[in-house]
């Protein structure tokens, strides 16, 4: 997926992402969206670890927004922007979850003023050129506040069960993966302090009674996602 590409993949799958989506995650007995609330009560635990509570945030890479509820109803957000590089992703989430507080636009459409608490990206970068993942980056550093933060979830190469799920649903079978080491120096290039790693997801739904061990284990490159939470600096040095 480019960051540039005005008729990105992702138009094709717009209208059955979900569908896309579930074949692989069926290997999981899991749906989209138990991983999509796992993934922010993850999140919502950390923030609060940090004592923030994010009144504004940015889905960056948002498809057709089915996230949207959960940053409102788990996360405690005000106001939420989803970006795309896809138009008909966009329109989609225009359709299902488009209202005042909850806007979206296309990447190129999205003029950023630095005014944002939080940037959440969910599985976007693996499909972002690896020339262009710089540029990325700086749309979503230029979006945020100085000492707001960014939450970078990524699929985890180590994970075996991962690949085989990627290699099981149409848009990802071609991916670049990003091991957790080469995102963290992204990151850093990109002019942010990281401040966290964590593996998630390790045990499938045949294993679920085991979930409770995952907090402990969280450290181990074992969990099918990883997330690196980052902050940007509140000031640089001239």
């Not at 296309?106 to 499909?127: E, I, M, P, Q, S």
């Not at 939450?151 to 099981?168: D, H, K, Q, V």
Request: with cysteine; aromatic share 12%.
């Amino acid at each position: 997926m480019s960051t540039t590409d005005t008729s990105p993949e992702f138009d094709v799958f717009a209208k059955d992402y979900d569908t896309a989506l579930g074949q692989g995650l069926a290997l999981a007995g899991e749906d989209r969206d138990y991983f999509a609330r796992g993934r922010m009560h993850w999140l919502a635990r950390r923030l609060a670890q940090l004592d923030e509570s994010p009144d504004s945030a940015l889905d960056f890479g948002c498809g057709p927004g089915g996230a949207t509820p959960h940053f409102f109803d788990i996360l405690g957000v005000e106001q939420l922007v989803g970006l795309d590089v896809s138009g008909e992703s966009i329109a989609e989430a225009v359709r299902a979850f488009g209202s005042p507080v909850a806007r979206f636009f296309r990447n190129a459409d999205y003029a950023a003023v630095g005014d944002v608490d939080l940037v959440f990206t969910n599985g976007v970068f693996h499909h972002i050129p690896p020339a262009e993942r710089p540029g990325a980056l700086k749309q979503i550093h230029d979006a945020l506040r100085p000492s707001a933060l960014l939450a970078f979830w990524e699929n985890n190469p180590w994970n075996p069960g991962t690949r085989l799920i990627m290699s099981r649903i149409p848009f990802d079978r071609d991916a670049q993966m990003l091991w957790p080491c080469h995102a963290r120096n992204l990151l850093r290039a990109a002019g942010f302090k990281i401040l966290s790693t964590d593996f998630a997801f390790i045990f499938p739904h045949a294993l679920r009674w085991l979930r409770p061990l995952e907090r402990r284990l969280c450290k181990l490159p074992l969990g099918g996602q990883y997330l690196i939470l980052a902050r940007k600096p509140s000031s640089y040095r001239v």
